[in-house]
């Protein structure tokens, strides 16, 4: 069977359009998950994309976060853990009078302890943020807010302004991990 030019000009316009075709849905299936991380994530995807400085990069750290957190057991709080942690960081607030660093290292050691009891791994805290930024998106920076200001506290160059600040940051982490707002929900519905 010999292919004449008209055929092998039709072949080749038909792998070229399937080919084109191929690139489009590629295309348009990239902006899907890159619209569906940045909606999932918030300010940490792009906070992320930054950090690695290409996006396909980044877009797999992020992927990879997820599938890391959907293999661990996290769960929330009894209600008695709940207020027994809403109770000791009543106690870490008061200490803020007489001692900032001292209330915002207990901050931060609460924070890690609710994390823990809540299922999250205790690595470094790379590790907790990246996890962390997962479920709570939208505090995770909030988080790297106060463990930044809690270091400079550690390092004794931190000011009363900035350990309120970093109390600030923490309390909104807090809240958002003992499932606060929604619990408050769930009592007024």
């Known amino acids: 069977m010999?292919?004449?030019?008209n055929t092998a000009l039709m072949l080749a316009l038909a792998v070229g359009v399937l080919l084109l075709?191929?690139?489009?849905?590629w295309s348009a299936t990239r902006r899907k998950r890159t619209r569906?991380?940045?909606?999932?994530?918030?300010?940490e995807y792009e906070r992320t994309v930054a950090e690695i400085?290409?996006?396909?990069?980044?877009?797999?750290?992020?992927?990879?976060?997820?599938?890391?957190?959907?293999g661990l057991k996290?769960?929330?709080?009894?209600t008695a853990d709940r207020d027994r942690f809403a109770d000791l960081w009543m106690k870490a607030q008061a200490h803020f009078v007489d001692s900032p660093p001292a209330a915002v290292a207990e901050a931060d050691a609460l924070v890690v302890e609710v994390m823990n009891r809540r299922g999250y791994p205790m690595a470094d805290f790379e590790q907790r943020a990246a996890d962390i930024s997962v479920d709570h998106p939208a505090v995770v920076h909030e988080y790297r807010e106060a463990h930044a200001l809690?270091?400079?506290?550690?390092?004794?160059?931190?000011?009363?302004?900035e350990l309120r600040k970093a109390m600030v940051h923490y309390r909104t982490l807090f809240e958002d991990l003992l499932e606060v707002g929604s619990m408050e929900a769930v009592a007024a519905g």
Do not use: C, M, N, Y
């Open 2 to 5: 010999q292919i004449t030019e």
């Open 21 to 25: 075709v191929g690139l489009i849905a």
């Open 36 to 43: 569906a991380l940045a909606d999932r994530f918030g300010p």
């Open 53 to 70: 400085g290409k996006r396909g990069r980044a877009e797999a750290e992020l992927l990879a976060r997820q599938k890391r957190v959907e």
């Open 74 to 78: 996290i769960h929330p709080l009894t």
């Open 150 to 161: 809690a270091d400079r506290s550690r390092r004794g160059q931190a000011s009363t302004e």
